[in-house]
């Protein structure tokens, strides 16, 4: 079945100590996301990717970046762990003419 | 403002309760509408599009108001399976992203 990959399913990094998610997709999506939801709040979009091209939101700090190598393949770098990262991060894509969003199963990150 | 507004819940009903949850948006050049159903801990699941026309999935009906912009999920019959977190999504085309509401608890007991 196509489907949305991320890896890990959970992560525990000590305190600024740089980790990287990665997301991979079957379902040949042109755009691919990267959230972070807490606990009972609602995704927040951290930046997508429209084919190579890189779309940051406004508010998310220079401590996390991305990287598509492809269209399969993204990843999230998160470059100084902070104790305010622990969060679920959810990979989605969608095809741009269609507009579903399609979610990975995410990865739950513990900084220690 | 927030794009999307929905009530936090909890909607706390019992089996076979018919409920519905509303959700409003600000920008009225939105033109994809979608409720996702998310369980604790999971991924968001794409529950079903909202169409102008409304559109209807077994025991859930969806709809859409353009005018008033809102957006409206009424579950018949409610299941203890139907236990989750409801999140109103609005789609913005041009700029390939989606908005999301806060999500509606919803507890379905026996």
């Known amino acids: 079945d196509a489907m949305v990959i991320q890896n890990p399913r959970y992560q525990v990094t000590q305190f600024g100590k740089p980790v990287t998610l990665s997301c991979s997709q079957t379902?040949?999506?042109?755009?691919m996301y990267w959230y972070q939801q807490k606990s009972s709040q609602a995704p927040k979009l951290l930046f997508h990717?429209?084919?190579?091209?890189?779309?940051n939101e406004a508010d998310t700090p220079d401590n996390f970046q991305s990287r598509r190598p492809n269209t399969s393949f993204c990843f999230l770098d998160i470059r100084s762990p902070g104790l305010g990262d622990a969060a679920m991060y959810l990979c989605?894509?969608?095809?741009?003419?269609?507009?579903?969003?399609?979610f990975g199963p995410g990865t739950r990150l513990t900084v220690t | 403002r927030k794009e999307v507004e929905q009530d936090p819940g909890p909607f706390n009903v019992p089996e076979g309760a018919t409920v519905a949850f509303n959700c409003t948006y600000s920008?009225?050049?939105?033109?994809?509408f979608f409720w996702y159903r998310q369980d604790c801990r999971k991924e968001p699941k794409l529950l079903m599009s909202?169409?102008?026309s409304g559109n209807e999935d077994g025991r859930f009906t969806a709809q859409l108001n353009r005018a008033s912009q809102y957006i409206s999920l009424l579950i018949r019959d409610s299941k203890l399976s139907d236990s989750a977190t409801y999140l109103c999504?609005?789609?913005?085309?041009?700029?390939?992203?989606?908005?999301f509401g806060s999500g509606t608890k919803l507890n379905v007991k026996p």
């Open positions: 989605a894509t969608s095809r741009a003419s269609s507009y579903e969003q399609y």
């Open positions: 379902l040949n999506h042109n755009v």
């Open positions: 990717y429209y084919d190579k091209d890189f779309n």
């Open positions: 920008n009225s050049a939105s033109q994809s």
């Open positions: 909202v169409y102008s």
């Open positions: 999504v609005v789609n913005d085309y041009n700029f390939n992203k989606f908005y």
